[in-house]
């Protein structure tokens, strides 16, 4: 199994720009998340798709959109990029229950650039 | 006040030394506590999961929660140069507003350099 792929691993982006990161999971998991991290700050969660065919904000969702295309993907898109959009993102997925045991896998994360 | 709070470090502790790191969280209502180990240029890998007040431990980690003080702990025995990561707190939060769903919020996280 390959886990949580995501592509692309680099992008460097002009102002104004538009592009879509892609995240799929092979592991059948419900539940798929973005993320985007910056020093100092921590995970901060943009998106969320608890199940197929839903999607809601998370705490930094301003500038996105996303898309649970199928079960297993799970795209974020910058319409219009601009530089504090420079970050890593990281797409993750989880067997989404109510139990305690909420683990949540990463893929290898996206590192973008907007000049 | 943030959600999870966590010192930034870098924590320094000598190979063979008990590394201890903390977190504390604001929100009474949470069950869940994990631990997310991040190497440089990473991506966040799970090392324990904790929901019970008082310690689990699991090979060279211990967690430890008491609820009642809001934070929780993880201990590293016997450190190791290769435990020096990034650990991070993450804290489950009920999302009432979205139909129950759970969330994590993770904390800045804690540097951790084991030196040989």
């Known amino acids: 199994n390959a886990g949580v792929t995501q592509t692309p691993k680099f992008q460097v982006l002009k102002t104004g720009q538009s592009m879509t990161l892609q995240c799929a999971q092979d592991?059948?998991?419900?539940?798929m998340y973005w993320y985007r991290q910056d020093p100092g700050m921590g995970l901060r969660l943009i998106y969320y798709?608890?199940?197929?065919?839903?999607?809601d904000k998370g705490e930094v969702p301003n500038g996105y959109n996303v898309s649970r295309l199928n079960k297993r993907e799970f795209s974020l898109r910058l319409e219009s990029a601009a530089p504090s959009q420079t970050s890593v993102y990281f797409c993750?997925?989880?067997?989404?229950?109510?139990?305690?045991?909420?683990?949540?896998?990463f893929g290898p994360g996206t590192r973008l650039t907007v000049t | 006040q943030k959600e999870v709070e966590q010192n930034s470090g870098p924590l320094s502790v000598p190979e063979g030394a008990i590394a201890s790191l903390n977190c504390t969280y604001s929100d009474r209502g949470s069950q869940s506590f994990f631990w997310y180990r991040q190497y440089s240029g990473k991506s966040p890998e799970l090392i324990m999961f904790i929901y019970s007040n008082g310690d689990k431990e699991d090979g060279r980690f211990t967690a430890q929660l008491n609820k009642a003080s809001q934070y929780v702990s993880l201990l590293i025995r016997d450190s190791q140069p290769s435990d020096s990561a990034t650990y991070l707190c993450?804290?489950?939060?009920?999302?009432?507003?979205?139909?129950?769903?759970?969330?994590?919020?993770f904390g800045a996280g804690t540097r951790l350099a084991v030196h040989p």
């Open positions: 993750a997925s989880s067997d989404f229950r109510a139990a305690a045991t909420y683990e949540q896998y």
């Open positions: 592991m059948n998991h419900n539940s």
């Open positions: 993450a804290v489950n939060i009920f999302d009432r507003f979205s139909g129950g769903y759970n969330k994590l919020i």
């Open positions: 798709s608890a199940s197929e065919g839903t999607t």
